[in-house]
């Protein structure tokens, strides 16, 4: 149990002061999550893909099986949002898309060691890739690939895996200043969290509610199953078990706001999935370390 509190200790202190601060003054984070998204964030997923030891061959099926697990985890939520009335496009993109990076990221580190952050980075970059094209297309029927590639975060991804694949020499210094920028990402992430989630209420609390319990019920349903059909390493199966069970992503809200698709009954979706969390991800974790 001490091992688990100091794994989810630090992640959660860092989303409480970033509610708390916002709360008492308030906090435009427009400006730092654009930079998070197009700086920060870029910069540790080139950092972690061109980092020594980076084998592409070794998380070919860790990233298969992540497919699997989000896709599979709307098609058994889809009976489930029929059954209780909720809107498809409202209800299957939080169940599908979970919060892999603000706290997949952090928690893999704490969790398993810094030798995790490439598995970590694999999930969270599959997860991604599927929210910007069949989460889009869920949200608006349609996805535009050309937009895709000017995407920071994959532009980030090919040039990290070009690097990895054919050994690019990269000079210490650039690497340095690239290392530094990445080491920003997570801890933005996480206080953006707790930031964003000072502007959501109770009001669509039914909904929210039964995203918090099949968010990672639907998600560990596909993974056990996947793990037996995929021969993953002990460590890579754990995190394939932890990022299962990660609350819906924060992005889901974003998207749903930005395309007018009942952002409210979203945000409690992600507010409660978020807090049950607390309880879900510490469960996880001592039934898999």
Request: glycine content about 8%.
């Amino acid at each position: 149990m001490y091992q688990v509190f100091e794994i989810v200790f630090p992640i959660f202190a860092i989303v409480l002061l970033g509610y708390l601060y916002a709360r008492r003054f308030g906090a435009d984070m427009a400006s730092a999550n654009r930079l998070n998204l197009e700086i920060f964030t870029p910069a540790l997923i080139f950092s972690v893909l061109a980092g020594e030891g980076f084998e592409l061959a070794r998380y070919a099926d860790l990233a298969l099986a992540a497919m699997v697990v989000v896709l599979g985890s709307g098609l058994l939520a889809w009976p489930l949002a029929r059954l209780f009335g909720f809107a498809d496009r409202v209800f299957l993109p939080p169940m599908m898309f979970n919060n892999s990076g603000n706290m997949g990221l952090p928690l893999a580190l704490f969790a398993f060691g810094e030798a995790a952050l490439p598995a970590a980075m694999i999930l969270f970059l599959v997860e991604n890739t599927l929210h910007f094209t069949v989460g889009n297309a869920m949200l608006t029927g349609h996805v535009h690939p050309l937009k895709l590639l000017r995407l920071p975060m994959l532009v980030a991804t090919m040039a990290g895996l070009v690097v990895a694949v054919f050994d690019v020499p990269i000079p210490g210094p650039l690497r340095e200043a690239i290392d530094l920028l990445g080491q920003i990402a997570i801890p933005l992430m996480l206080f953006a969290l707790g930031v964003r989630m000072t502007g959501v209420d109770f009001a669509d609390w039914r909904i929210g509610v039964a995203g918090a319990l099949i968010c990672p019920a639907s998600g560990l349903a596909i993974a056990l199953p996947a793990l037996a059909v995929f021969d993953l390493p002990g460590i890579q199966a754990a995190q394939l078990l932890v990022f299962a069970a990660l609350p819906p992503a924060v992005l889901n809200f974003m998207l749903a706001e930005r395309y007018h698709v009942a952002p409210h009954q979203v945000a409690a979706i992600v507010l409660l999935g978020n807090l049950a969390s607390l309880l879900v991800l510490p469960a996880v974790l001592l039934w898999v370390l």
